[in-house]
């Protein structure tokens, strides 16, 4: 099984799809969908993700830029290094076979993070006791359904304890899935003001200045890998020590040391990228709507909008160009310093890494230019005999890029000057791509500010 799933895969690279016989109709019949290298994903939900099927007819003038459509959608569930396909056809009717060699699913990841929010703020203190450790226990692709159960157990600066079910399929129509977590967070340290657009940290040399605790659940419809919308419950309880307090009276808007709340949430995403690692073509389109209300009165009920889009584009050659925008909203009568979370955490304006802007809105605009320097589809490692490891592909990128922002802040800009202001940063940067779903990126970034540095990153960057 393992040779002939590997022979399948070597000859799809030279062009995944390979005509036995040319189709001479106008028009071709699927006459059956089979799959090679499936050792643990089952066929049946191989087949749910796929916008073709068996009896459909299709234009022949399509049928191979559909066959190559439906082999995106497949590698896009990050359950394979590779996917490709063979096809023949007899008299109009085709039959395809998908090839594919299946990842390692159970992960047993050592964690050792560093408790800033980025390697650059971790690297300006240098102070090795904000480290956490542990393990992250993953299984993907649990029972071959693409389900994923994830358990955290880390120590360290920060203590978390967490564990996450996700099953992407509850219905007989395989429309809906769902997922369930829990988890417990601690911390010796808490942000508990902004000065200078640079956080400040008290540090609890015994006991910890802040826990939370947090139940969530959410219900996807998913009408494929690419296109999915979902509600999602949450609930969270988090206090603080009375110190927190004193140094801050408003971290929560109404002065209490603790507060539980429910958080309601719609959202909407269409993925139509080629790759959901590091994409070059096709666009990403994102809408979250959010109400979040306070059980205890100890905060003012908090609607939150943020949307996201971005557009990639292939331009000639090895030259690829994205861009795109994010903005998000937070409407409340009452403002806590604790929500008042804008640019600098999951999104911000590359060159600003060391600081953090505070907001109830923001605008965020992204562009950049990708030249690919150099691609190869696997290093084998003769040493590894495991086909899930021993192939490491490696692409390398060059990357030219601007990034522009704006927070709006009437609450807590006092003090903190890159609020109300525009923020640009442009750079310079070299991307590495590798197998399971790694990205490296080092970059150069000069700011508005005129303050440069090199900064480095393990994601894509919008």
């Given at each position: ?23 001479l109709t106008d028009s071709v019949v699927i006459d059956s969908i ?238 139509l990228r080629n790759s959901f690692i590091y994409p070059l073509t ?181």
């Open positions: 099984m393992i040779i002939r799933t590997f022979l399948l895969l070597c000859f799809s690279l030279f062009g995944h799809a390979l005509a036995a016989q040319s189709c089979g799959f090679e290298g499936n050792e643990v994903s089952k066929s049946r939900m191989l087949l749910f993700e796929l916008n073709i099927a068996t009896g459909d007819t299709l234009p022949t003038a399509e049928l191979e830029a559909k066959l190559e459509e439906n082999r995106r959608r497949l590698f896009n569930l990050r359950l394979f290094h590779e996917v490709g396909y063979t096809y023949t056809c007899l008299e109009g009717r085709v039959s395809v076979t998908y090839t594919m060699q299946e990842r390692w699913y159970l992960y047993p990841i050592p964690i050792f993070d560093l408790a800033d929010r980025n390697f650059n703020a971790w690297l300006e203190r240098r102070d090795w006791g904000r480290v956490d450790y542990g393990i992250n226990l993953i299984r993907r692709n649990f029972r071959g359904r693409n389900e994923e159960v994830r358990v955290r157990l880390q120590q360290g600066f920060n203590k978390r304890l967490e564990f996450i079910y996700r099953v992407p399929y509850v219905s007989r129509a395989h429309k809906l899935g769902m997922d369930f977590g829990v988890a417990d967070y601690r911390s010796r340290a808490i942000d508990y003001r902004t000065l200078n657009n640079r956080q400040r940290f008290f540090v609890q040399e015994s006991g910890v200045p802040i826990q939370r605790t947090l139940l969530t659940t959410g219900l996807t419809h998913r009408q494929s890998v690419q296109r999915q919308e979902g509600i999602r419950l949450t609930y969270v309880k988090e206090q603080v020590a009375d110190t927190v307090l004193a140094l801050n009276p408003v971290y929560y808007s109404d002065g209490g040391h603790d507060r539980q709340y429910l958080r309601v949430e719609l959202s909407k995403v269409v993925n096709g666009s990403y389109f994102e809408a979250i709507a959010a109400q979040t209300f306070f059980l205890n009165g100890n905060g003012t009920p908090i609607t939150t909008l943020r949307a996201k889009y971005v557009d990639y584009r292939h331009l000639s050659g090895k030259y690829y160009y994205f861009v795109g925008g994010e903005a998000q909203t937070r409407l409340s009568r009452r403002y806590a310093y604790a929500d008042n979370v804008a640019l600098g955490f999951r999104s911000l304006v590359r060159g600003y890494e060391l600081q953090v802007v505070g907001g109830q809105h923001f605008g965020l605009f992204k562009q950049g230019l990708t030249r690919e320097l150099f691609q190869h589809e696997g290093l084998h490692l003769k040493f590894i005999r495991s086909p899930k490891f021993n192939k490491v592909p490696l692409t390398l990128y060059a990357n030219v890029f601007s990034d522009a922002g704006y927070v709006a802040d009437d609450v807590f800009d006092k003090g903190n000057p890159l609020a109300n202001r525009l923020l640009a940063g442009a750079g310079a940067g070299l991307h590495l791509v590798t197998f399971y779903d790694f990205v490296f990126r080092a970059e150069y970034t000069l700011n508005r500010e005129g303050n440069g540095g090199l900064y480095f990153s393990g994601r894509f960057p919008f």
